[in-house]
């Protein structure tokens, strides 16, 4: 695989740019080899990113999906919310599959604390949303980011100061509060023992100021890849709020979820699916109720890596794309699972959005009540999954790259024909 180094001293992202599980983590596992650090800035076990090598899979929440490569330094930075108990799982799965993470992987004391009463929250603000939830991960991550944002929080440098005064005064707020929705009908206690249990875990790590540590190997020339976790559509900002999650996915939040300056920011790598999947509530226009999606879905395998939930399936969306493109300063398109489109006759793409008669290539401010207005593509019936070269491609796929390349005014420079680290082709 021809590789395109990084730059010393600075910060590549890459970054979902549609509504999530675009196979961001397969493609952090195969880039790590070229950086020195692997960060992640926003999200938390809400993310579940797939990597398949050497015949395992695994599937990772809050750890960084550079862990594979035993000589580089992992960071969960600031942004992150971070559950102790599910944690220590996932930590304690990759260490018992011989990986060892506490010398290289790094977590900031600014990151917030999920606790057992902020997933009984999110449950609770779901329950109470009825028919307009938003189909939440149920992982507690609205409840802890909007604590982030209230200053009532707990964060991970807490594990060092009187930790346990600060939790109970943090847990009977949140009990008061379900009190208030009259929503009891939860028994955390077993969930609590093992949660007090990751924070012991946890305290086994090294728990630290990682803006300076990244800050400190930038002026060193050392190079950070910053691993997103959802995707645009999903920011809080810039996604279909509020069906969202509540962290800014977007290239902004690189730099306020590691501490790292705007001008450090080098590529920006964009990865989004030959075709287009949303799990959970929200408008999503280009969706497919019909055989094909579930075509779509059965071949791609779509389903939740976090909740095993059915995710929605659709045709590209030229729209969605662009707007991301635009907001994050995408200098570079990463297409994944073309190999799911193999045998279709014509494939389609959502080239603008329309209602009431009226037309627009532009994000509207409210994505409900738009229909999808498509594109006709000749399909290709080549298995492209055993492809190892653009020269390989049949006609129709360059086709579709060459038709994507112009309407996005950006270059796919790497195409993904397979779960596997090796079914990655760079142009
Ligand atoms: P992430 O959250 O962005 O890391 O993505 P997920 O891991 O949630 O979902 C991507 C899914 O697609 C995983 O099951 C991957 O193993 C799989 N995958 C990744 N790239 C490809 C590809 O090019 N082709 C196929 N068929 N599957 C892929
Ligand atoms: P990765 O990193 C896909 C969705 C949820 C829900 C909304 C809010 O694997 O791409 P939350 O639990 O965050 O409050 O849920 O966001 N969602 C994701 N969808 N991939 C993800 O992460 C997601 N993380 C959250 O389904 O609609
Ligand atoms: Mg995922």
Avoid at 42 to 47: D, F, L, R, S
Wanted: glycine share 10%.
């Amino acid at each position: 695989m021809k590789q395109q180094q990084p730059q010393p001293g600075r910060v590549d992202a890459l970054l979902g740019i549609v509504f999530g599980d675009e196979g961001k983590g397969k493609v952090v596992d195969v880039f790590t080899p070229r950086y020195d650090v692997v960060a992640r800035f926003a999200g938390g076990p809400n993310a579940g990113h797939t990597i398949i090598f050497d015949g395992k899979k695994f599937v990772l929440r809050s750890i960084p999906s550079g862990i594979f490569d035993t000589g580089k330094l992992n960071i969960i930075g600031n942004g992150c919310v971070i559950a102790p108990d599910l944690f220590m799982a996932e930590a304690r799965e990759l260490e018992a599959a011989g990986y060892d993470l506490r010398s290289r992987l790094h977590i900031s004391t600014r990151a917030h604390l999920i606790l057992p009463t902020h997933r009984v929250l999110d449950r609770a603000y779901e329950a109470a949303k009825g028919k307009n939830a938003v189909g939440t991960t149920g992982k507690g991550i609205g409840p802890t980011y909007a604590e982030k944002a209230s200053r009532t929080g707990l964060r991970v440098g807490d594990i060092l100061r009187d930790f346990p005064e600060r939790y109970a005064a943090l847990k009977a707020r949140h009990e008061q509060i379900l009190r208030d929705l009259h929503f009891t009908d939860y028994d955390i206690a077993d969930e609590e023992q093992r949660w007090l249990e990751g924070i012991e875990y946890m305290r086994q790590f090294t728990l630290t100021d990682t803006a300076t540590e990244i800050n400190t190997l930038l002026r060193q020339g050392k190079t950070v890849l910053a691993e997103g976790a959802q995707g645009t559509m999903l920011d809080i900002d810039h996604g279909t709020y509020p069906f969202v999650s509540s962290s800014n996915t977007t290239t902004g939040g690189v730099c306020t979820g590691l501490g790292v300056p705007p001008t450090r920011i080098g590529e920006v790598y964009g990865i989004f699916k030959a075709y287009s999947t949303r799990v959970g509530a929200g408008p999503f226009p280009v969706e497919l109720f019909d055989a094909t999606g579930d075509r779509l879905r059965e071949i791609g395998h779509e389903y939740g890596a976090v909740t095993g939930r059915n995710r929605r399936c659709g045709w590209v969306d030229l729209v969605a794309l662009r707007y991301a493109i635009m907001v994050n300063g995408v200098t570079q398109l990463i297409m994944m699972k073309s190999d799911v489109l193999d045998g279709f006759d014509t494939i389609r793409a959502c080239v603008a959005y329309e209602k009431d008669g009226v037309q627009t290539t532009d994000m509207p401010f409210d994505t409900e009540g738009w229909t999808a207005v498509y594109r006709d593509i000749k399909g290709w019936q080549e298995d492209l999954s055993t492809m190892t070269s653009e020269e390989q491609f049949p006609q129709a796929f360059r086709d579709y790259i060459a038709f994507l390349e112009a309407e996005l005014q950006t270059p796919i420079t790497i195409l993904s024909v397979g779960p596997d680290r090796q079914q990655t082709i760079v142009r």
